[in-house]
């Protein structure tokens, strides 16, 4: 015989306060289950599940309040100092001889190119381009809160027995500069215990396989009971149904959000971020090598400062970096400082060398880049690839 689940009205009342008090999980009925699919149970926790703790009054379940503001500093923020004199802007030169080996390692690393025109075109000239990449980054911290919920196995209730410390009053363990990191905080004083919002607190929830009803329609005899003819379906003894493996027949499983427990504590959970918010200038460079393709390199560093706050970058040979660090600069300290507390900036400028090398290869010129520490090597036209394929 088919069996129907029990099923309850949803009348509990959340939001209210819960001071020190332990409810008592004993009292609950273990096979009472929570309303079946396509009545009016609920998939998120009620706004009045939640209790009004002064200071966090915009905290919402699951995020999406954004970040809290940090407070006005108490002391003056320090005037960024300039950093110190960079005189020697001077781009090395790449030999002819590296060039080479460099055009050479490319081409063998490509399995449709031959080694002829790396090893034996003619080098008609060579020409170094300055390019500078100017980086600042902003290490910032950012805090933002959020309801979160755990079954309830009688940990400590402290709600409403003090007042709950500010967002920013909360000490956490600020990483070592410039490495981003998470920090996940309980907040003292804003824990109480409610029922299960998907359960009801009765500790379990109908099974989704069966839809609580305990048995599923036998797939041997697709519910017949039968077979062939009059010959009895064995699988089931007949009844056309049989019991659901999921539920082992009960019709209900353990909740998964309280795992059976009827209760929940819920927190304020308080997310402390620590991000390292980057960002690159590179300068035009009229050499035809595309600015991505820099990204994947490194160059020479000719220029670093580290401080609370940075200053411009000045006196250095090229407009356009000095323009660059003003306006990054500017950027930064005024967006971040918005909704997040600077505690670290760092800038710095690399000479990147750019090497246009032109060749001759079988009566035709050709171009290719050698680029970056890494002697990296592009080139869009080389003369000697073929079509591969795998049999």
Not at 91 to 111: D, G, H, L, N
Not at 126 to 151: C, G, K, V
Not at 201 to 221: A, D
Request: net charge neutral; aromatic share 10%.
């Amino acid at each position: 015989m088919e069996r129907t689940p029990i099923v309850s009205d949803y009348g509990f009342n959340y939001g209210t306060p819960n001071p020190g008090y332990v409810p008592s999980a004993a009292a609950v009925p273990a096979m009472a289950t929570a309303p079946a699919a396509g009545t009016n149970a609920p998939s998120a926790p009620p706004a009045s599940m939640f209790d009004n703790v002064p200071g966090y009054e915009g905290t919402v379940a699951g995020g999406g309040g954004g970040y809290l503001p940090p407070p006005v500093p108490t002391v003056p923020i320090p005037v960024p100092e300039p950093g110190p004199a960079q005189p020697n802007w001077h781009i090395p030169s790449i030999t002819e001889e590296a060039a080479r080996e460099a055009f050479v390692s490319y081409a063998s690393s490509k399995c449709c190119y031959s080694t002829g025109p790396a090893k034996d075109g003619v080098i008609t000239s060579m020409e170094p381009f300055n390019t500078y990449r100017y980086r600042l980054e902003t290490f910032t911290e950012s805090r933002s809160t959020e309801w979160s919920q755990e079954p309830y196995t009688n940990q400590p209730v402290d709600g409403f027995i003090q007042r709950a410390p500010g967002p920013w009053e909360i000490a956490a363990q600020t990483p070592t500069f410039f490495q981003e990191n998470t920090q996940n905080i309980r907040v003292p004083y804003t824990s109480s215990v409610k029922p299960c919002h998907i359960c009801l607190g009765m500790r379990r929830t109908p099974c989704k396989e069966c839809v609580g009803c305990g048995s599923k329609v036998c797939w041997v005899c697709n519910g017949s009971g039968f077979r062939h003819g009059n010959d009895r379906c064995m699988h089931c003894s007949g009844r056309g149904r049989e019991n659901c493996n999921w539920c082992s027949g009960r019709g209900s499983n353990d909740c998964q959000t309280c795992c059976g427990k009827g209760q929940l504590l819920v927190f304020i959970n308080l997310k402390v971020q620590w991000t390292n918010n980057k960002e690159d200038f590179v300068v035009e460079q009229l050499s035809g090598l595309r600015v991505e393709n820099l990204s994947k390199v490194s160059g020479r560093e000719m220029f670093k400062d580290s401080q609370y706050m940075v200053y411009p970058v000045m006196g250095f040979p090229d407009h356009a970096v000095a323009q660059a660090s003003e306006r990054l600069v500017r950027e930064h300290q005024s967006k971040f400082l918005q909704t997040a507390r600077i505690l670290q900036q760092r800038h710095t400028i690399e000479l990147i060398p750019v090497t246009r090398v032109t060749y001759s290869w079988k009566g035709k010129s050709h171009v290719y880049f050698v680029f970056g520490n890494e002697m990296n090597v592009n080139t869009d036209d080389y003369p000697a690839t073929c079509c591969c394929s795998v049999m």
